[in-house]
């Protein structure tokens, strides 16, 4: 952690000290005495905390840390001085300052969840193997079709899949989504049984079964993008 140093009581002037490394890292358990808003020089407003000790250290540093300038300093040296300090290395202050925004907004970036999965993928995969087969026999007999097999694959955007053969394929991502989402994919798999191509009387025969299949299909595309 880079700090700001200077030597107690006096100039002000002396060079910064900008430290990498574990040793930089404040080594001494203070309290937080002092709290307030340190206006800089370009009239930027930081908070700062002043953390002080009972040591006899001969100097006080500043460090930046998550947007709040902090002070630690022994207690005989005056908040005034601290102050002072502070606005005369407003550069360093602005420049960690906006180091650590521009960390903050990657953070936040990478942060961004990329799938809704809690679980390893290998939970879902043996739950869809235990909860599939018996959903995909019941909406057989419904739609009055047979299959030759079930695979299970990890499709993010590809939520199912039929052959002319029967082999159906059912990703597991569908236990992320609302249970008669999932259905609907079961019984648009089956449907292909009967016609292999999404033409008007396929869509007919899915709505036979599934009124209200343009709104799942269009909240599957979505979640789809979500979860990819
Ligand atoms: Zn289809």
Redesign the pocket.
């Known amino acids: 952690m880079p700090r700001a140093r200077a030597a107690a009581g006096g100039a002000l002037s002396i060079a910064m000290v900008i430290c990498w490394g574990p040793r930089a890292a404040p080594v001494s358990s203070g309290a937080v005495m002092e709290q307030g808003i340190l206006t800089l020089k370009n009239g930027t407003e930081v908070p700062f905390r002043v953390v002080r000790s009972a040591s006899r250290r001969r100097s006080y540093a500043l460090q930046v840390k998550e947007g709040v300038v902090e002070f630690r300093a022994p207690r005989w040296v005056g908040l005034a001085e601290l102050l002072r300090f502070g606005q005369s290395r407003y550069r360093f202050i602005g420049n960690r300052l906006q180091e650590q925004a521009r960390k903050a907004a990657q953070a936040a970036a990478k942060a961004q969840p990329k799938d809704w999965c809690a679980l390893p993928p290998a939970w879902y995969q043996r739950a869809a193997k235990r909860l599939y087969p018996p959903r995909l026999a019941h909406y057989a007999t419904v739609v009055g079709v047979t299959y030759s097999s079930l695979r299970i694959t990890s499709g993010r955007s590809v939520w199912?899949?039929?052959t002319s053969t029967g082999a159906i394929s059912l990703s597991w991502r569908l236990l992320l989504v609302p249970a008669a989402l999932r259905d609907y994919v079961i019984i648009?798999?089956l449907?292909?049984r009967k016609y292999m191509s999404?033409g008007p009387r396929?869509w007919a025969l899915v709505g036979k079964f599934v009124p209200d299949y343009i709104e799942k299909r269009r909240a599957l595309n979505r979640l789809g993008a979500e979860i990819g």
Request: with cysteine.
């Open positions: 199912g899949s039929c648009h798999e449907c292909h999404h396929f």
